[in-house]
């Protein structure tokens, strides 16, 4: 088993699903975990040497750019509107991250046998 690859996966799906949570029950702590949940994923993915590496950070990126504003918007400005809007943009870019992820986890062979 390959604990790194564990460790990379499991702080993308924790950032998903953390970023989903927030949509159900709209928490600033929901939403700190979910941004610091992707901060640790968007560091992981930087140095990765695979063929989709460019397409994984660039959606971490995109998902740390929504992110990082949404929670300024509710902290500060107390905004769920603009929050929630900010929020979804985040959850589409890790879903394609997700799905970059199982297509390159899909393309590798496991040697692991």
């Known amino acids: 088993m390959d604990w790194g690859k564990v460790i990379f996966i499991f702080f993308s799906l924790g950032s998903l699903t953390s970023t989903a949570g927030f949509l159900w029950d709209p928490n600033i702590v929901i ?39 949404a929670f300024i918007f509710l902290q500060v400005f107390n905004n769920l509107s603009v929050t929630y809007v900010l929020i979804i943009g985040a959850l589409l870019a890790n879903i394609f991250s997700l799905a970059l992820m199982l297509i390159e986890s899909a393309k590798s062979v496991d040697t692991d046998y």
């Open 31 to 69: 939403l700190f975990i979910a941004l610091a949940l992707n901060l640790i994923s968007t560091t992981l993915k930087i140095g990765v040497k695979k063929q989709l590496a460019s397409e994984l950070l660039a959606s971490s990126l995109v998902a740390d750019f929504h992110l990082i504003p």
